[in-house]
């Protein structure tokens, strides 16, 4: 089985100031994924902004985006329902009346950096619940051992469909710390038969990612998880990082997994009938 790559091409919180090559516009975000996609990315991990650049669940920006992705390439659209901190949850969740293929769900609320991160228990299980009757796969990002233990409890109440999909979250001040002996501890404690990927925020970015790759995990790539491609070193966009991690999975002998593969390993469900 091929390794799946994830372009998130924006986060929920840094803007052009940060690097006046992040995509924020509906456009700029469809040209960055069309551009991973030519890289090798199958997965697009989708954050979206208003026109001053703030984080938004708005459906028309939604819509849009998409349209705009589907027009351009076949990649499968992972719409973020985390969307970004001072976005209720209940303008969050409405994105995955939108049918994207997959979506985040967040198991537990948690700080996030300066802020707060909201994802109550029973809005969660609505969440998935809704996610489920949908088909929609959820991309279960967990930031630390205790949301490991959430998921799980989602998957025995009948609410998460198999294969799990991880996405192992280090780096965030208030979740975990990026370092080898947490990323191991997360990896060992993970269900049999689970999916998973690593994502790395900032400087620690390349050597998690690279961990992981060899470890049997997916990749991430993208300005979301960091801004740099190097120290001190501004990424000159996102193709620069998904470039990388196509770079790292070749060195480690890994082939990519294409859409279809992506579909299968991930166990998505046939929307085009
Ligand atoms: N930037 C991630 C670590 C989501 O997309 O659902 C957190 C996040 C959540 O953005
Ligand atoms: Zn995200």
């Given at each position: 089985m091929g390794v799946v790559i994830t372009v998130?091409?924006?986060?929920p919180i840094a803007t052009k100031a940060d690097n006046p090559h992040l995509p924020t516009s509906p456009e700029e975000i469809a040209e960055a994924v069309a551009d991973a996609y030519q890289a090798g990315a199958s997965v697009a991990h989708i954050h979206l902004r208003d026109e001053r650049q703030r984080p938004t669940a708005d459906l028309d920006i939604a819509r849009r985006t998409m349209d705009l992705i589907e027009a351009r390439c076949p990649i499968l659209i992972q719409l973020s329902t985390?969307?970004?901190?001072?976005?209720p949850f209940e303008e969050r969740e409405r994105l995955v009346e939108l049918r994207p293929r997959m979506a985040t769900l967040n198991p537990c609320s948690m700080s996030f950096g300066d802020g707060e991160f909201r994802n109550p228990p029973d809005k969660v299980r609505r969440l998935a619940a809704r996610m489920r009757e949908l088909g929609i796969k959820p991309e279960l990002e967990i930031y630390d051992t205790g949301h490991l233990e959430a998921c799980l409890r989602l998957w025995k109440e009948g609410l998460l469909a198999e294969p799990l999909q991880f996405s192992l979250v280090l780096g965030v001040r208030g979740g975990m710390a990026a370092t080898a002996d947490n990323l191991l501890t997360m990896v060992r404690r993970l269900p049999p038969g689970a999916i998973w990927q690593v994502i790395a925020i900032g400087r620690h970015n390349l050597p998690l990612t690279a961990m992981g790759l060899a470890l049997g995990g997916n990749a991430r790539a993208g300005l979301?998880?960091?801004?740099?491609?190097?120290?001190d070193e501004l990424a000159p966009g996102n193709r620069s990082l998904v470039d990388r991690a196509v770079t790292l999975a070749h060195d480690l002998d890994l082939p990519l997994a294409g859409i279809e593969e992506t579909e299968q390993l991930l166990g998505l469900p046939d929307r085009k009938s």
């Open positions: 998130a091409p924006t986060g985390g969307v970004g901190l001072s976005v979301e998880d960091t801004l740099h491609l190097r120290k």
